[in-house]
């Protein structure tokens, strides 16, 4: 809950902002949770995250390395936005 409380009090001092950490996955050896909101009124997600022996999965992409596993997060994040504003245009 550390990463909630903390992704939270970040979302309250920068509102215009997203905001993501890594949490614990009690539930599932071999896997974490990225937690992120979208913005401070939004609701917590929480994404699996396994590791493998080559290093990440992740929405069904593997990635090599926490650096791309974060850059493949905001791509994935990119392009849900855009899916969400042109239905939005509809």
Do not use: H
Not at 52 to 67: H, I, L, N, W
Request: charged share 25%; net charge positive; hydrophobic share 35%.
């Amino acid at each position: 809950m550390k990463a909630e409380n903390w992704i939270n009090s970040y979302l309250q001092a920068n509102p215009k902002r997203s905001m993501y950490g890594f949490c614990i996955n009690p539930k599932y050896p071999g896997y974490f949770n990225l937690c992120f909101k979208t913005g401070p009124d939004a609701a917590i997600q929480y994404w699996n995250v396994r590791v493998t022996p080559r290093g990440f999965e992740m929405q069904k992409a593997e990635y090599s390395d926490v650096v791309n596993l974060k850059n493949g997060f905001k791509t994935w994040q990119l392009r849900l936005q855009d899916e969400a504003a042109r239905k939005g245009r509809r």
